[in-house]
């Protein structure tokens, strides 16, 4: 009887304690341009030594037409990311890397993400914004 109620706790505890050893911080930068609007998930994951990011979102065309090519750049302070997609209702895939624990806080990290977007308009001129992103 005594090991059952030590099992019991045990499992308990695991089940508390998530059943793992790391900690996972998602933040949400958002902004908008004069024709884009953004969201950005930013992951933190604890684990051993490093602390590992992950940064994926997604883009919304504000404007009537749709553009044929959309070209986006995301920078951050351990890499970057860009990628060419075609609509209005883009998808950012995840991607990231690996942030040693003295690089900067968290919140430095967030503030240095920016995003550029390229696209050409109904005219055929290229046009370029950078959207703001602010932490939610």
Known sequence: MKYIASLMIVILVLIASGCQSERDEQNYLSGESSSWKSTIQVTFTHSGKHEKYYIGGNLSFKKDYTPSTVKYYLTYPNGEGSGTARGKEIKIPQGGGTRGYMNTSIESFLKDITLMIEWENEEGDQL?????????
């Open 128 to 136: 370029k914004e950078e959207v703001p992103l602010d932490k939610k």
